[in-house]
């Protein structure tokens, strides 16, 4: 399997900007230290192409986003300033979604060590999302003929709202989402599966709800390859998330996920989400601790396929 990384294209942001941008760096260096992967296994992705972008998002927000011509408003929105880095950022990170889809189709399972932003909707983006990733990438792949229904297994803390809105009436791509109900964005746009959390929900419940919602999903979708936003700002010290798993808890939540889907024959694509603890090194080590499962799964679809 591989791990895509974009963190080479830098996003310049002002000093003490809230967004922890440091995560993506840091998650690289701890895989390259403490998996040690092999050559080929780490993975600079290439930018999805703006035709691909167009399935997703207008054209004159893809024009905006290139050529600086987002206004004060649509900038403060997206909560990134607007800059030439931004755009190549955005595609380069739809792109490493991309790589993890097609990485999953022929090893089972791949991971974007950047992607999950959902709240970009078609002709905006908001909550430091840009491009959608995880839409574009699934068009992606049925315009190339590799896969004809996905389902997005969105485990963020927040809502999926720019996916649900892009993919509404799509019967080929399932959105659901696993969230807390009180928590950013505070005007929902529905899923075709949604479940709202209370805040301080924890481990047990969380879980209980996520294998129902996840069986649901999986029956409906009838899908060739699952997408999976594994957020980190679920955990229980995340400033923006409000709810209260723990680091095992999460990892509990990757696993059941993995399994839900290859007990049913289909690969999984990873991508981070969001993450906002105090101490980067947290938000670093949860999604180090996804990369892990990954990379265990990663095997355990290999031995399973070998036998059949």
């Not at 990873?270 to 105090?278: K, S």
């Amino acid at each position: 399997m591989k791990f895509f990384y974009c963190d080479d294209f830098v996003l310049p942001l002002p000093d003490g900007h809230r967004f922890p941008m440091r995560k993506y760096s840091r998650l690289r260096e701890r895989i390259l230290t403490e998996i040690a992967p092999p050559p080929g296994m780490m993975v600079v992705p290439d930018g999805v192409t703006e035709d691909q972008v167009l399935r997703c998002h207008t054209a004159e927000y893809m024009h905006k986003v290139k050529h600086g011509f987002l206004t004060e408003r649509e900038v403060r929105r997206i909560g990134f300033p607007w800059s030439p880095e931004l755009f190549e950022r955005a595609k380069h990170s739809c792109g490493g979604t991309l790589g993890a889809c097609l990485e999953a189709l022929t090893s089972g399972t791949g991971m974007n060590l950047a992607g999950g932003t959902h709240h970009a909707c078609a002709d905006h983006g908001e909550g430091f999302c840009v491009f959608n990733d995880t839409a574009v990438a699934a068009r992606a792949l049925q315009d190339m003929g590799l896969v004809q229904n996905v389902v997005i297994l969105d485990c963020d803390v927040h809502q999926g709202n720019g996916t649900a809105a892009i993919c509404a009436g799509d019967p080929t791509i399932f959105t659901f989402s696993i969230h807390g109900e009180k928590n950013f964005p505070f005007r929902k746009v529905a899923s075709d599966l949604d479940i709202g959390l209370p805040n301080n929900t924890s481990d047990a419940d969380y879980l209980d709800h996520l294998e129902r919602g996840v069986t649901y999903a999986l029956d409906k979708a009838n899908a060739d390859i699952a997408i999976f936003i594994a957020g980190a700002d679920v955990y229980e010290g995340d400033r923006l998330g409000k709810l209260s798993l723990t680091k095992a808890g999460i990892a509990q939540r990757d696993r059941t996920v993995f399994q839900m889907c290859y007990e049913r024959g289909i690969p999984v694509a990873v991508v981070m989400g969001g993450g906002y603890a105090p101490d980067v090194e947290d938000i670093a080590g949860i999604h180090f601790q996804t990369a892990q499962i990954v990379t265990e799964m990663a095997d355990v679809w290999q031995r399973e396929h070998a036998l059949k």
